[in-house]
């Protein structure tokens, strides 16, 4: 038996294009069938399950579409708020006088997985009640692919990778500038130190010798012996000094006792 691979779509590769569906005078049960197809994108051959590979759907004229049978009477919505007692009921009949764009698209999303790939789909969903829509730029265009864009990491400062880098080489940028004026400014001095200039040759050149400089012997003498007697102390008054030291006092009061 020869083996054979199955292909699975890949989300990123997948051609979106753009469906118009007009629901004037359709049944709004088979309009929902057929949206909810080319939503999930049951209609190409490369449909998987478990990825978005549909395409986007816009449904016009839903004021104008059709219910079966006595389901304008019969059939109701049902909500409720949240309160106790307040379960509320809206006839079809009420609902599609209305909104029908809401009657519509609660159709498509009962067909459609209740799942997260389900709620994704139906955001490709666009419905109106009359014939115009927004959708016309795109549905011209036909073909929208979705391009993969590479997400950044952001790490725990909060700055993504590329801002780090950029900020890293502004640094080293910074710190070589700073580098080169440092060595600027030290080749300026070493320039000044070897060559000195008329103004510092003038400046040495009035500096006097210390063997030059005159000192009045007189002056010498009297602040010498200023400095003396300020030195010199009385015998009275030293003895009053130390007698006023306490811890004297104590050691010559043991000797006495110890004698």
């Not at 940028?173 to 600027?184: F, I, L, S, T, Y």
């Not at 320039?191 to 510092?200: D, F, I, L, Y």
């Not at 500096?207 to 200023?226: F, G, N, S």
Request: glycine share 8%; aromatic share 4%; hydrophobic share 35%.
């Amino acid at each position: 038996m020869i083996g054979q691979k199955s292909y699975t779509a890949k989300k990123q590769n997948a051609e979106k294009k753009w469906h118009v569906i007009d629901a004037s005078g359709k049944v709004m049960g088979r309009v929902a069938v057929e949206a909810a197809n080319i939503l999930r994108g049951k209609n190409k051959p490369e449909f998987t399950p478990n990825v978005n590979c549909g395409d986007y759907v816009v449904i016009i004229n839903c004021a104008k579409m059709v219910l079966t049978g006595d389901k304008l009477e019969k059939k109701e919505y049902i909500r409720h708020t949240g309160w106790i007692g307040h379960l509320k009921r809206v006839q079809y009949k009420t609902l599609m006088a209305t909104r029908p764009e809401f009657a519509m698209k609660m159709a498509v999303e009962g067909m459609l997985p209740h799942t997260t790939l389900g709620r994704e789909q139906l955001t490709m969903l666009r419905v109106y009640a009359g014939e115009e829509h927004e959708h016309e730029a795109q549905v011209n265009a036909g073909t929208s692919t979705k391009k993969k864009v590479k997400k950044e990491k952001v790490k725990k400062g909060g700055m993504k990778a590329a801002d780090r880098r950029q900020l890293t080489d502004d640094r080293g940028k910074k710190a070589k500038d700073k580098v080169g004026e440092v060595q600027k400014v030290s080749e300026v001095i070493d320039e000044a130190v070897k060559t000195p200039t008329e103004e510092t040759a003038e400046a040495v050149e009035g500096v006097t010798p210390a063997e030059e400089v005159e000192t009045a012997p007189e002056e010498t003498a009297q602040v010498v012996e200023e400095a003396t007697a300020t030195l010199e102390v009385k015998p009275e008054e030293s003895t009053d000094m130390v007698s006023e030291i306490p811890g004297q006092a104590r050691n010559d009061e043991d000797k006495e006792a110890g004698e």
